[in-house]
């Protein structure tokens, strides 16, 4: 545990919630009106965390990247341009995101004249990026916009579809100052290091004491800039891999720098053991049409467009075996038999639908079943 010694220059608040609580009372929905008190010198030392020092807002002033949908230090963003480009990035490579985000404001440049589009435009405009089910949110999210206008809080924003707690922090904090920690994957590694906090920080009291750390980290600081720096630090310094100390505005006070083990934090999230799923697949295939249907609840794929399976439908003649596709989401380890028939059937089932197969890119948005249609010999 640091000493006062070891914690000059920086401002450690943490007890509980005490951090929290010094925020709430300076929230505010516009970055003109906050009340960012003066930094204190330092305060009670008792455990984690830190005010985020000075020094990474003036390296974060010379070293910061110039991307379309940033907007110079204390000048609020665009709300939609915000939204788009958090919804963009989650699982897509920045270099991928730039051109698809200018395309897409030159298609829709605010949230009302998207509003008003079709889903296939969407979801055709949107081919390339993944996750189909972020673009039809996003859909539904700007038609609720457009009807109802913006929220200004994160906590108002969460209740947006597909809105989760990072997306609504960063729109809160960027376009509306709200002073409100955004935790992506780089600020938990940055603060992770930082502060040298144990345990997996993704859920229970490791991930309390992470937002408790990433409350303070911004307090007394414009959450904006505060939030933005660390992002980039972590996507430029402190690398998951040879993290490059040397060169970082955190090193004289970082704890893993200090300990000469920065590579030990984050600590890994514990394995949850691996869990087999097996199922006979049936690829139906009717002239130019595949048999689709709705995954329910409790299926790993709920509420998307798979194939069904054999059990569900009675056929005369027994399918062609195509053989096996295997296939991870998350700990699940699924073994698909892949069948394949062009029998006729009567009346379909409720919950499935014939799809003619130039719809079925935009229909399938995971890549399981795309890859039994490719073993089936219909490759989409
Ligand atoms: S000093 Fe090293 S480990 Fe610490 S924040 Fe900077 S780059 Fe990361």
Redesign the pocket.
Known sequence: MAGPSEAKGFLFSYSGDSGTRAVEGRVSPRRENFQISKPREMRSVTDLPMQAPLSLERWFSSRRRDLPWRTPPGVPRDPWQTLLSETMSQQTRLEVVVPRFEQWLALWPSVEEFSRSQEEDALAAWAGLGYYSRVRNLLRCARILAQEGWPRFAHQLRKLPGVGPYTAAAIASFAFGEQVPMIDGNVLR?LS??GAIAGDLHGGPGKRRLEAAATAWISGRDAAVVNEATME?GAL??LPRS???HS?P??ET?R??RDGQ?ERFPQPKPRREATDLEAEVLVLINEDRILLRRAGAGELLKGHWTLPERSQLRLETPPDDCGLVRHAITHHRIRWRILRSRERLGRIPDGMEWCPRPLLPTRLVSSLPRKALEQAGVPI
């Open positions: 940055v290091r930082v630090l310094v402190c993290p490059m100390c970082c955190l090193a970082c893993a720098c920065p």
